[in-house]
T-cell receptor, first 116, second 117 residues
């Protein structure tokens, strides 16, 4: 079974600075997706960024980018120019592209605080 | 993006009663729906997966008779917590997926907070 590990329960960063959230995963598959989701205080889950495992190029979405290291099974999220609205829980997630119901497997989450 | 709604957003009930939570995909057909449970400051725990017109597949440790899931149409799934007890108090989140896009994207509802007195 696949597992996702986020080793940083909490992180904080000064507004306008850059922060990196870590995520590692374990799988025997070669074809899969990785995601970062944001859950603000409203509790609504929001997709931040998606990475397809067969793509070597790291995904980017405006101020959000990932460092995908497939061999190391590492998938970190970098947030540049942090804003107060970035404060939230961030969940790393894995999803198979081939097996069964293709369920999302979530990490434990990292609570990000932005200091003004 | 696609929108998933949940109703109610919060509910308080007495111990022993049953509570139904609705999950609707508003602008797409959801071939698969997922139900999650989230305790405070914890991650999402998948409870069950349902496909339209089929019986739900429950995760290990989730009581089928306690958490009844019905996916009667391509836009509606319901979760009924039967004979609720205080330990069932939690935040319940549904998610819907369509096979109509390249990524089989999964869209989340805003969640329902259940408090059992």
């Amino acid at each position: 079974a696949q597992t996702v590990t986020q080793s940083q329960p909490e992180m904080s960063v000064q507004e306008a600075e850059t922060v990196t959230l870590s995520c590692t995963y374990d799988t025997s598959e070669s074809d899969y997706y990785l995601f970062w989701y944001k859950q603000p205080p409203s509790r609504q889950m929001i997709l931040v960024i998606r990475q397809e495992a067969y793509k070597q190029q790291n995904a980017t979405e405006n101020r959000f980018s990932v460092n995908f290291q497939k061999a190391a099974k590492s998938f970190s999220l970098k947030i540049s120019d942090s804003q107060l609205g970035d404060a939230a829980m961030y969940f790393c997630a894995y999803r198979s592209r081939t097996q069964g119901a293709q369920k999302l497997v979530f990490g434990q989450g990292t609570r990000l605080t932005i200091n003004p | 993006g696609a929108v998933v709604s949940q109703h109610p957003s919060w509910v308080i009930c007495k111990s022993g009663t049953s509570v139904k939570i609705e999950c609707r995909s508003l602008d797409f057909q959801a071939t698969t729906m997922f139900w999650y449970r989230q305790f405070p400051k914890q991650s999402l725990m998948l409870m069950a997966t349902s496909n339209e017109g089929s019986k739900a597949t429950y995760e290990q440790g989730v009581e089928k008779d306690k958490f009844l899931i019905n996916h009667a149409s391509l836009t509606l799934s319901t979760l009924t917590v039967t004979s609720a007890h205080p330990e069932d108090s939690s935040f319940y989140i549904c998610s819907a997926r369509t096979s109509g896009n390249i990524y089989n994207e999964q869209f989340f509802g805003p969640g329902t907070r259940l408090t059992v007195l």
